[in-house]
């Protein structure tokens, strides 16, 4: 449990979001790159993946806005 300013909130156990299955083909170059970027890190394939994409699609949102 945590405190804030005499409160005492109860854990939550976080949930796992619901994911899809898919097979993306990527060119071996960059696969080789992933997997470099990676080695070494407590981070998986599928991981990095999903962090580069929600990055190219806040990015893509903000030139949206921009416009």
Not at 42 to 47: G, I, L, N, Q
Request: charged content about 30%; proline content about 6%.
């Amino acid at each position: 449990m945590k405190c804030i300013a005499g409160e005492t909130m109860a854990f939550k156990i976080p949930s796992v979001p619901p994911t899809t299955n898919k097979s993306v083909r990527f060119p071996n170059d960059m696969l080789e790159e992933i997997e470099d970027a990676i080695r070494g890190k407590d981070c998986t394939f599928s991981a990095f993946v999903v962090a580069a994409v929600r990055a190219a699609l806040d990015d893509l949102k903000e030139q949206e806005n921009d416009r």
